[in-house]
Every structure is written in C-alpha cells, then in structure tokens.
C-alpha cells in the first residue's frame, strides 16, 4: 500500500494524487490517502474528480519531498509501505501514465452546470483563450512573499505574445477574484469574457477547454493547462519567475515546451 498525505489546494492535491498513484501502480499496490491534513481552508476536493478514492486513517510520514525539483532517486526510492508528503510539482513524477488515461480520470463529477454548458461553445473555437488570474490568498502573507503576485507586466506580455500568433483570440478569464479582472483587463483587448468563478473541477474542465492558454503562478492553471494539451498546437503561456521570493528549484515545474515570459 502507498499512502499519500495531501495538503494545500485542488491543484497540489491533483499532483499528490499522481504521484502516489504513479508509485502504488509501479509498485503494483494499491493507493490510500490521508486527508489528517486538511482543514477549513483547504478542503478535500478530489472528490469532484473521477479519480479512485481510498482514505485512510492518520499515517506517519516516511518519504518527505526534498526540494521542489523532480528527484529522480527519491522518485524509484519508494517501496511498498510508504506514506509520501509533498507537492511533487512535476509532470515527471507520473511520466509512465498516457496523458488520455490521466484525463479520463480527471472529469468532473456530474452534469455540467448551466454556466458551463453556455461557455462550452466559446471555449472550443479555435480563438480560445483561457487566462487565469490567481489573487486571492496570494495577496495574504505568507503566500503574498512566497508565490507573489503576478503583475501586469507578464499579462500585458503574453497578451501581446498571443496576439500576435493568434488569429480573433478571444479571452476566457479565470480568476478568483473577478470583479478586480473586469476593471483591470477593461481596455485591453474588446474580446474579453470574465468567467464567473464555480465548482473547481468544472473550472479546471473548462480552461482545459481552450484552445490556449495563459496560465498564473499556480497548479491550479497549470492542470487547467496539461489537461487541454490533446489540442494540437495549442500555445501555453506561463510565468519565467514561479515563486516570487522563495528560493526553489523550480525548473521542473513548467514544462518546456510551454512559453515562458
């Protein structure tokens, strides 16, 4: 048995789910998880995914993740038995799995919501352009000086990046904090949707949706992003700088393929 402990938001738990299931498949074993960690703020929500779910009681952590780059060693270290606590921020940690297989999992629980179902056409036009604002808890401290919060320039930048590779983009902007995208992004493009934020999974579904991408300093853009990328030439934008003040490896973390401004 492999357990997972999970901790922070969607995203995170979306990485954490991965990597345990990648271990307890090579390992051939089953996964549990153990949500003795989670709390108000940040609740359990791989239960609006199709994932397997297992949990478990409280465990005690063996394998601590060291570093926010990939670890290979640390990665085919793990054996049968262990309880893993991270981030494991990589798509390397679950390289073995077909990305169809890992997006079967990962569809929402349920119909779509009438909001969806009235962006679905939107979103699938080739022009599409899903943008995702992080604010939020990023302008709390001690999230405010670790993540930090992007500025205009990177969005004015990849703005201008799309545009000019692009043919009508339209852009689907996803935030956390909408009524601040409206006024901010008012007068930069005329083609501008604000998405009315919803039930995380259906949110993550819908940037995945879009034929392209500019994505914030989260992992909750990121999986909006590497769900989506079934489309073919399908143009992702992400931040140079992941963290602002944190002094991580963080080369592992956006793929390089994707556009870093």
């Not at 604000?194 to 990121?222: Q, T, Y």
């Not at 999986?223 to 991580?248: C, H, T, Y």
Request: charged letters at 25%; proline letters at 4%; hydrophobic letters at 40%.
């Amino acid at each position: 048995m492999i357990t997972t402990k999970l901790i922070g938001g969607m995203g995170n738990q979306m990485f954490q789910f991965m990597m345990g299931l990648a271990q307890a498949n090579r390992l051939k074993t089953k996964l549990q998880l153990d949500v003795s960690l989670m709390g108000h703020a940040r609740p359990f929500q791989l239960g609006q995914w199709r994932v397997p779910i297992n949990l478990c009681t409280p465990q005690v952590t063996t394998i601590h993740e060291q570093g926010m780059g990939y670890n290979q060693t640390l990665n085919y270290s793990v054996k049968d038995g262990d309880v893993l606590q991270g981030y494991w921020q990589s798509e390397k940690y679950f390289s073995d799995f077909e990305r169809m297989e890992v997006r079967k999992m990962f569809r929402p629980v349920g119909l779509p919501s009438e909001r969806a179902k009235s962006l679905y056409n939107g979103l699938t036009d080739d022009g599409a352009v899903a943008v995702h604002v992080r604010r939020g808890d990023y302008l709390i401290e001690p999230h405010k000086s670790f993540h930090g919060v992007l500025g205009t320039e990177y969005y004015q930048k990849a703005f201008d990046y799309v545009k000019g590779r692009v043919l009508n983009p339209r852009f689907f902007v996803f935030s956390d904090d909408p009524e601040w995208c409206r006024t901010y992004f008012k007068g930069f493009f005329d083609d501008i949707v604000v998405v009315e934020p919803g039930r995380e999974a259906e949110d993550i579904h819908l940037m995945a949706h879009c034929k392209n991408a500019i994505i914030a300093n989260s992992s909750f853009s990121w999986w909006g992003s590497w769900l989506g990328e079934w489309q073919k030439n399908r143009i992702v934008v992400a931040p140079e700088k992941w963290f602002d003040q944190a002094k991580e490896d963080t080369k592992d973390i956006v793929p390089d393929r994707w556009v870093k401004l």
